[in-house]
């Protein structure tokens, strides 16, 4: 039965998400100014006080430390150097981030020249250096931005958990189409006004509502299991709709955290919706097919196991709720 696949499959993923938060991208920008001095700002992303260990170098030895501006927001650790116009070359320097290759993280690389030339690179840990070759026009970012917004919606396991809640509410798969597109649909609308900044909220308010939306979806299951059909059984478009506007907020604000090309905002913010809906939906697929393929093999298990997901998902999401409530406070 449906039912007592429900919690094999929550033990198959339950260890991924019992992570809060996805590690961010980090952030390297070199914008030469009109002077052809060098402004370098490093964004270094922070899991709770701490820093992901990584270091940014570059082959003529600018980042000094010592001569780092440092400052601090809610998701990164941020510094600032200001090289003098007597630099070397830029052109053909090589940028490592040392520390990337014991990571799961990417860093996005943004040279901004004069005259609005701009170069966009994703430093990865499988090669966690890259050197630069400015002499060529570069084609817009189109893939770096895709795998920023599918690493995104990967590592976002709360995105995910609403998702999956969604999933498991939903039993008709026609009506499960129009519920993801619903939550596709109204998170696209609040990360675009976001990032265009006709909207702002902040993020740790925008996170807290975000777990609060996933209890919200965990009690309206139990409910179902209990043989009580809330409003998010009979309407779960509507609920996927409202929600998903909230969900878009948290994507805008990781978008806006890892940083945006000043002169292509609207392609960067298209390109990486598309990285998030591509995740998003192979996420929908792969949860599909584990529950054919578990429901093939017909496990039997105890009567009440299949409560176990909807009491896993509202037990993980109060928690992240307290935890970032207590960020706010």
């Not at 040279?111 to 570069?138: A, E, R």
């Not at 409910?223 to 709709?241: D, E, K, T």
């Amino acid at each position: 039965m449906r039912k007592h696949i429900l919690p094999t499959l929550l033990l198959l993923i339950f260890p991924v998400l019992a992570w809060a938060h996805e590690i961010r991208p980090g952030y390297l920008e070199i914008k030469e100014n009109a002077d052809h001095s060098l402004q370098i700002i490093w964004k270094q992303p922070l899991m709770g006080e701490y820093g992901v260990p990584l270091h940014p170098s570059i082959s003529a030895g600018w980042l000094v430390d010592s001569l780092a501006q440092t400052s601090y927001t809610e998701t990164y650790l941020i510094k600032r150097w200001q090289i003098p116009a007597a630099h070397a070359a830029l052109d053909k320097q090589t940028i490592t981030i040392d520390g990337l290759e014991k990571t799961m993280t990417d860093v996005l690389v943004q040279i901004i020249l004069l005259n609005d030339v701009s170069f966009t690179y994703l430093v990865k840990p499988v090669q966690p250096f890259m050197q630069l070759s400015l002499s060529k026009p570069q084609p817009p970012p189109v893939w770096q931005y895709i795998q920023l917004g599918i690493y995104h919606i990967w590592s976002g396991y709360d995105h995910l958990l609403f998702v999956l809640g969604l999933i498991l509410l939903v039993k008709k798969r026609s009506k499960l189409i129009w519920t993801i597109t619903a939550f596709t649909i109204a998170h696209s609308i609040t990360l675009a006004l976001a990032t265009l900044h006709i909207i702002k909220v902040t993020s740790a308010f925008t996170e807290a509502a975000i777990a609060l939306s996933i209890v919200f979806l965990a009690v309206e299951l139990l409910r179902h299991y209990r043989g009580i059909n809330g409003f998010a059984y009979h309407y779960p478009w509507l609920v996927s709709f409202l929600f998903g506007l909230l969900h878009g907020l948290g994507f805008a604000s990781a978008l806006q955290d890892v940083g945006l090309p000043q002169n292509n905002i609207p392609l960067a913010l298209f390109l990486f919706n598309v990285g998030v809906e591509a995740g998003q939906l192979s996420f929908v697929f792969v949860m599909l097919l584990l529950m054919a393929g578990i429901k093939r093999l017909q496990f039997k298990l105890p009567q009440w196991s299949y409560k176990i997901p909807a009491y896993a998902i509202g037990i993980l999401a109060m928690y992240w709720f307290i935890e970032r409530v207590c960020t706010i406070l």
